[in-house]
């Protein structure tokens, strides 16, 4: 499960040993080279290569950021529920209107 803060990107500015890997052809991931801790997720195309999704636990209470939807909610573990009035987004509906890697047969 991964949880993720979406911040435009001329919002963000970061000092330090950030590096960053080209997980696919249109996304990167980023993490702290000193300690590994994740700090993003982005892509570089597509509607949502304005933003960045940043790890939830770099803030304090998330930054004030509130969970807003669950996606690939019919896929979380059974053993898994969030609470609350979430938009809850299937693999069928995300992977329509977002770019993504297709499964592996």
């Known amino acids: 499960?991964?949880?993720g803060i979406e911040v435009p990107r001329e919002q963000v500015s970061y000092a330090g040993p950030i590096r960053t890997y080209?997980?696919?052809s249109f996304?990167?991931?980023a993490w702290c080279e000193t300690c590994g801790t994740a700090v993003w997720f982005a892509d570089h195309?597509?509607?949502n290569a304005h933003l960045l999704e940043l790890a939830p636990g770099l803030f304090d209470g998330?930054?004030?950021a509130k969970l807003a939807r669950v996606v690939y909610a019919d896929r979380a573990p059974s053993n898994v529920t969030l609470a609350g009035d979430l938009e809850r987004v299937s693999k069928a509906d995300y992977e329509a209107r977002n770019l993504h890697v297709?499964?592996?047969p």
């Open 1 to 3: 499960m991964q949880m």
């Open 22 to 24: 080209a997980s696919s």
């Open 27 to 29: 996304a990167e991931r």
């Open 45 to 47: 195309e597509g509607d």
């Open 62 to 64: 998330f930054g004030g």
């Open 102 to 104: 297709e499964d592996k």
